[in-house]
T-cell receptor, first 117, second 109 residues
Framework: EAGVTQFPSHSVIEKGQTVTLRCDPI?????LYWYRRVMGKEIKFLLH????????ESGMPNNRFLAERTGGTYSTLKVQPAELEDSGVYFC???????????????FGAGSRLTVL | DQQVKQNSPSLSVQEGRISILNCDYT??????FLWYKKYPAEGPTFLIS?????DKNEDGRFTVFLNKSAKHLSLHIVPSQPGDSAVYFC????????FGAGTTVTVRA
């Protein structure tokens, strides 16, 4: 079974530019999450999709961040325009549908490291 | 507002000895607790979990203890092996997962 795939693995851009990160979840997983980790800090929740719908976007920092999940499959996270403080590792995770213990275990991708200069 | 805290950023332990990682949380609504392990350039991978209705869960060399009254959980690894060297994240769930900042474990030969 293929895992969660993220692209690119590393992106270096200048302040004010735009970057789009992509996540392909495990096939059949309805839940898709975006998290971010700034160097040495906690892994912070950004948002949660159930299929194509945004279930919870309370962690999105501001309106420079836009997440989409086309047709309930892959997801993109766009940062426009990027600021220095947006640097960090962006993780995508997915989980199966339903409640209970199984649904609480997220499978993470390797992350996309974003460096804003 | 960080609801899950790992106050020890690093831990060094000799191979074969016990590693004890600690985690505190503030939200009494959390109903499920997990530990994830992360190697460099990889995503976190699930290690072990415990429901809030239990106080201990064991899986091979890994045991997680939960003290709800103290809002504290710990992960015991015994015996520690070189392959256990990684960053360990504590996480707690109430509709979504909240993570701590991680503890870097180094197992010395």
């Amino acid at each position: 079974e293929a895992g969660v795939t993220q692209f690119p693995s590393h992106s270096v851009i200048e302040k004010g530019q735009t970057v789009t990160l992509r996540c392909d979840p495990i096939s059949g997983h309805d839940n898709l999450y975006w998290y971010r980790r700034v160097m040495g800090k906690e892994i912070k929740f950004l948002l949660h999709f159930v299929k194509e719908s945004k279930q919870d976007e309370s962690g999105m920092p501001n309106n420079r961040f836009l997440a989409e999940r086309t047709g309930g499959t892959y997801s993109t996270l766009k940062v426009q325009p990027a600021e220095l403080e947006d640097s960090g590792v962006y993780f995508c995770a997915s989980s199966p549908t339903g409640t209970g213990s199984g649904a609480n275990v997220l499978t993470f991708g390797a992350g996309s490291r974003l460096t804003v200069l | 507002d960080q609801q899950v805290k790992q106050n020890s950023p690093s831990l060094s332990v000799q191979e074969g000895r016990i590693s004890i990682l600690n985690c505190d949380y503030t939200n009494s609504m959390f109903d499920y607790f997990l530990w994830y392990k992360k190697y460099p350039a990889e995503g976190p991978t699930f290690l072990i979990s415990i429901s809030s209705i239990k106080d201990k869960n064991e899986d091979g060399r890994f045991t997680v203890f939960l003290n709800k009254s103290a809002k504290h959980l710990s992960l015991h690894i015994v015996p520690s092996q070189p392959g256990d060297s990684a960053v360990y994240f504590c996480a707690a769930s109430y509709y979504k997962l909240s993570f701590g900042a991680g503890t870097t474990v180094t197992v010395r030969a």
